[in-house]
């Protein structure tokens, strides 16, 4: 079975990485010449695995629209975008729930330290040099009510896991030094020990190499034209060099035939069926009940999920270590 991943991004040389390490043979497909060089090149290349906090939060959809039309607004939204983003506003202002918003940050939470672990594994496993430095987040605060929201929205998080420390003006200057002639005007900081800094374009570079060093397939150059589908499921891959075609898994008497090509896009589809259901119920605030009938069958019943947002399952908590 060869995957083929689409991007060599930061994403996409990362999930190439893992794949080829389960053993997968993969193909990277990428318009430009080298890896990461788009949006994993021109990032800040803080790695604030500390900052979790989604745009979705408990009054958020007032401000947007005091925002409206401003073009320098923190979050720009046009009049002329509107019509086409009604599904998804609903969607966002239904998440701006203080219920909805924990749950939220908590999921982003746990994503974002499994992320911090897997980049400082694959680091320690490469030696990629990417300007790491280790020194941790200083977030400043200049006024005192600000301070004490970051810190209520942080204490909550530090139940789920965050490590953070909120430190005084003089510690902050201890800290980072540059910060000296701001003194006086700063109310404190919010210090996160674990965040880093490093270079994304030389890391996701480095990370190509090592992938391409252990066997995985570099195709630079390459522009995806158009992603097929046939029956909602992925047929193949069209670039400006050719098509890939995508090889139906075929079961036949329990053994699983047929050398072939998978988009990465293709395994979303294959996702368990009661897994797929589970997560379609919750998002419409249901609960999918499952049984095994006598006759075989599965019986799937759907009710109202009493659970609080905060309580339905979101990513299992990660086990951290630095
Ligand atoms: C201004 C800015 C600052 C940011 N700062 C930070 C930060 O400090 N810390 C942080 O963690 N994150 C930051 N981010 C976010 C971070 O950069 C992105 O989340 C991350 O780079 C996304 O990686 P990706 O692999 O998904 O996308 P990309 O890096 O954009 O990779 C997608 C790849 O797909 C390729 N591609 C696209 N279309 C085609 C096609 N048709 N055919 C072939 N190839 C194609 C592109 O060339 C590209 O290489 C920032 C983002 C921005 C915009």
């Given at each position: 079975m060869t995957t083929v991943v689409l991007g060599a991004g930061a994403v996409g040389t990362a999930t190439a990485w893992y794949l080829r390490k389960a053993g997968h043979d993969v193909v990277l497909i990428e318009r430009q010449m080298e890896a990461a060089m788009e949006t994993s090149w021109g990032n800040g290349g803080i790695i604030h695995a500390s900052e979790v906090e989604p745009w979705s939060q408990p009054g958020m959809p007032t401000k947007i629209i005091k925002w409206l039309g401003q073009e320098n607004a923190p979050m720009l939204l046009r009049y002329g975008a509107i019509p086409h983003i009604i599904r998804w506003g609903i969607d966002f202002a239904r998440n701006c729930t203080p219920e909805r918003f924990r749950a939220n940050a908590?999921?982003?939470?746990?994503?974002?330290?499994?992320?911090?672990?897997?980049?400082?594994?694959?680091?320690?496993?490469?030696?990629?040099?990417?300007?790491?430095?280790?020194?941790?987040?200083?977030?400043?605060?200049?006024?005192?009510?600000?301070?004490?929201?970051?810190?209520?929205?942080?204490?909550?998080?530090?139940?789920?896991?965050?490590?953070?420390?909120?430190?005084s003006p003089d510690r902050s200057v201890e800290i980072e030094p540059a910060l000296g002639h701001t003194r006086p005007t700063l109310a404190g900081s919010l210090f996160f020990v674990r965040d880093e800094v490093g270079d994304s374009n030389k890391f996701g570079q480095g990370l190509a190499a090592a992938c391409a060093a252990r066997g995985v397939q570099l195709r630079f150059g390459e522009t995806i034209d158009r992603i097929e589908t046939a029956g909602g499921k992925v047929s193949g891959v069209v670039t400006?060099?050719?098509?890939?075609?995508?090889?139906?898994?075929?079961?036949?008497?329990?053994?699983?035939?047929?050398?072939?090509?998978?988009?990465?896009?293709?395994?979303?589809?294959?996702?368990?069926?009661?897994?797929r259901l589970r997560r379609v119920a919750a998002g419409l605030g249901l609960c999918a009940v499952l049984g095994l009938q006598a006759n075989g069958r599965i019986s799937v019943k759907l009710r109202a999920d009493a659970r609080s947002p905060a309580d339905r399952p979101t990513l299992a908590p990660m086990q951290y270590t630095r």
């Open positions: 908590t999921s982003n939470l746990h994503l974002a330290l499994h992320s911090l672990k897997s980049l400082q594994e694959i680091g320690a496993e490469t030696g990629i040099p990417y300007d790491r430095a280790t020194r941790g987040v200083l977030k400043i605060y200049r006024s005192r009510e600000a301070l004490d929201n970051a810190q209520r929205s942080s204490d909550f998080l530090a139940q789920h896991g965050l490590t953070y420390e909120r430190i400006n060099k050719g098509r890939i075609a995508s090889t139906t898994r075929r079961r036949t008497r329990g053994v699983r035939a047929r050398r072939g090509i998978r988009c990465r896009q293709d395994q979303t589809a294959r996702q368990e069926p009661k897994q």
